[in-house]
C-alpha cells in the first residue's frame, strides 16, 4: 500500500477536534478518495489532560507546537493555535524549514506575514495551503486559484465576518439596539476573544487581503485594506437602509483599478434583493468576479467545527493527492507589492448625523457638501428631539476623500451633535 500521509496537528480546540473527528469517523474514504490513508501522528495543546469528546489515545503528544512541528513522523503541519505571532508562528517556519507542508486556518498569521511564510516554504520545497482561514467552509480559495484560474480576476467581494452579519441581521429582524445584540453575540459564544477583531473589520480584513493576493496576483498587503467597523451602526441606520430597499453589510471589496488595488473592509448598503443583501445571519458569502465567468456566488458557513474542519480537510486532501501549488496561486518571488489606489471608486454615500435644530443649521452642512464637489441626491429631516434635528443624506456619486473632507468642514460649523455616520452604498 502507499505510505501513509502523516499528520501533526497543533491546537486540538474548536477547529482542532473538528479536524480530528473527520480523520477518524472517514479513515476509508479518505483513503479511496487520495489513495493513501490519512493518519495522526502527534498532537499539541496547552492543557494535556483536558477532555476535549475526542479520542486522542493513539497519537503522540507534544507540548510544544515547535517541536511537533519537527518529528520525523509529521508529513503535514496542521497549525490550528491561532495568532500572528508566539506558537503558530514559530511552529510554521519550523515546519517549513524542516520541508514540511501546512495546513493553516490562522487568516492572522497569514495576512500579516504570508509573504515571508511563502517564501520560506518555496525554498524549502514546501507548500501551505489556507483554505480554512477564509470564510471557513467555503471553498472560495480553491475556486479562485484553481477553478478560475483561467480569468483576469476583475473584482473579489464579500461578506466574510459571520459575527457582524449575525449581529445586523439580528438588530434589524429583532429591531434591537447595537449594544443589546452585541451582548446576545457574545452570549452565543460568537466574538473572538478580543471582539474588536469581529466588530473592528479585522478579522475580515485579514481574508479580504488573502483573496486580493490570490485575485489580482500580488503580495499579501493587509495594511492596505482600509478598515472600518460596525460599531456605530445604530438601528436608524439599519431602518432606514431598509426603506430605501437596502441592508447594511460588513462588505469586503477589492479590485484592480487604474488608480491601483483598492480594498476596503467596511460597513455598506447593498440592495436587499442582492444575494448578499439576502445573507442571513452568521452565514458568510464571497463573490467572486472573473472577466470570462462573470459573476460566481459561494453561500455557506464562514466558522464553526464542522466548516471549518471541512476546510482544513480539503487542503490535507490535496496534499495526500500529491497536489503542490504556491501559496499565494503563483511563485512567491514574481508576487510584487501592490500600488495602494490613493482614491476609491466613486460610490453614492448615505449620511447621518444629528444637528443642533436652530436656523441655518442644514444650509452650513449642505455647503460643506457643495464645496467638496458632493451633490445631495436626497435629504430629510426625520426626527425631533429637544433641540436635537436627526438628518439624512444620500449623496450622488462622490469619492469618499471629497466626502471625507466635507465631514472634516462640517465639524467646524458648530451645528454637528455628533460624528456623521457615513456610509458606502455598493454596486454588487
Ligand atoms: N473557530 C472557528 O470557527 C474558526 C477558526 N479559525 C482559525 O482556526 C484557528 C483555531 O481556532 P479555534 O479552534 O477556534 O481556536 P481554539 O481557541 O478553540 O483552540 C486553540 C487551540 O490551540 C491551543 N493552544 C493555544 N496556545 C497554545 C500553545 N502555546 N501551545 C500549544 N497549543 C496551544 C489550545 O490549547 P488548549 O485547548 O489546551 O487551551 C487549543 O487547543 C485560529 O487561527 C482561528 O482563527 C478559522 C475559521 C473559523
Ligand atoms: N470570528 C470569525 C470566525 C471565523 O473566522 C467570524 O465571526 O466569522
Redesign the pocket.
Known amino acids: 500500500m502507499t505510505s501513509p500521509l502523516r499528520l501533526g496537528i497543533a491546537g486540538i480546540g474548536t477547529v482542532g477536534v473538528g479536524v480530528i473527528r473527520i480523520v477518524q469517523r472517514h479513515a476509508d474514504m479518505l483513503t479511496a478518495r487520495s489513495g493513501r490513508p490519512v493518519t495522526i501522528s502527534a498532537v499539541s495543546a496547552r492543557a494535556r489532560n483536558k477532555d476535549r469528546g475526542v479520542r486522542l489515545g493513539d497519537y503522540a503528544w507534544e507540548d510544544d507546537p515547535v517541536t511537533l512541528a519537527g518529528r520525523d513522523d509529521v508529513d503535514v503541519f496542521v497549525e490550528l493555535v491561532g495568532g500572528d505571532t508566539g506558537p503558530a508562528k514559530d511552529a510554521v517556519e519550523a515546519a517549513l524549514k524542516a520541508g514540511k507542508d501546512v495546513v493553516t486556518?490562522n487568516?492572522a498569521l497569514l495576512a500579516h506575514h504570508g509573504q515571508a511564510l511563502a517564501e520560506l516554504a518555496e525554498a524549502n520545497g514546501a507548500v501551505i495551503r489556507f483554505e480554512a482561514?477564509v470564510?471557513?467552509g467555503i471553498p472560495c480559495i480553491k475556486a479562485l486559484g484553481e477553478g478560475l484560474s483561467g480569468n483576469e480576476i476583475t473584482r473579489v467581494m464579500g461578506v466574510?465576518?459571520?459575527?457582524?452579519?449575525?449581529i445586523l441581521t439580528r438588530m434589524e429582524s429583532a429591531g434591537l439596539a447595537y449594544d443589546t445584540v452585541f451582548q446576545e453575540a457574545s452570549d452565543l459564544g460568537?466574538?473572538?476573544a478580543d471582539p474588536t477583531?469581529?466588530v473592528g473589520g479585522i478579522?475580515?480584513g485579514h481574508?479580504l487581503a488573502l483573496l486580493a493576493s490570490l485575485a489580482f496576483g500580488c503580495q499579501v498587503d493587509f495594511d492596505g485594506v482600509a478598515l472600518e467597523g460596525i460599531e456605530r451602526i445604530a438601528i436608524d441606520d439599519i431602518n432606514h437602509a431598509a426603506d430605501m430597499g437596502f441592508r447594511v453589510k460588513l462588505l469586503g471589496v477589492a479590485q484592480m483599478t487604474g488608480r491601483g488595488l483598492e480594498a476596503r473592509m467596511s460597513p455598506c448598503l447593498v440592495p436587499a434583493s442582492s444575494p448578499l443583501g439576502q445573507l442571513e445571519g452568521?452565514t458568510?458569502m464571497v463573490v467572486l468576479e472573473g472577466d470570462s465567468v462573470g459573476q460566481v456566488v459561494l453561500r455557506g458557513a464562514?466558522?464553526g467545527e464542522g466548516p471549518?474542519a471541512s476546510a482544513v480537510m480539503g487542503d490535507v486532501m490535496d496534499i495526500a493527492r500529491g497536489i503542490r501549488l504556491p501559496t499565494f496561486g503563483r511563485p512567491a518571488a514574481s508576487l510584487a507589492k501592490p500600488k495602494r489606489a490613493d482614491a476609491n471608486v466613486p460610490a453614492p454615500f448615505y449620511l447621518r448625523m444629528v444637528l443642533t435644530d436652530k436656523p441655518g443649521a442644514l444650509a452650513k452642512i449642505a455647503s460643506c457638501l457643495g464645496e467638496a464637489g458632493i451633490s445631495i441626491d436626497r435629504m430629510r429631516q426625520y426626527d425631533h428631539a429637544a433641540g436635537s434635528a436627526p438628518v439624512l443624506i444620500v449623496t450622488h456619486k462622490a469619492m469618499r476623500q471629497s466626502l471625507d473632507s466635507a465631514i472634516a468642514a462640517m465639524s467646524g460649523t458648530g451645528v454637528l451633535e455628533s460624528d456623521p455616520v457615513a456610509l458606502r452604498i455598493e454596486d454588487v
Do not use: I, P, S
Open positions: 486556518a487568516k482561514a470564510a471557513g466574510m465576518n459571520g459575527t457582524c452579519n449575525y460568537y466574538l473572538e477583531l469581529d478579522d475580515a481574508k452568521a458568510n464562514g466558522a471549518t
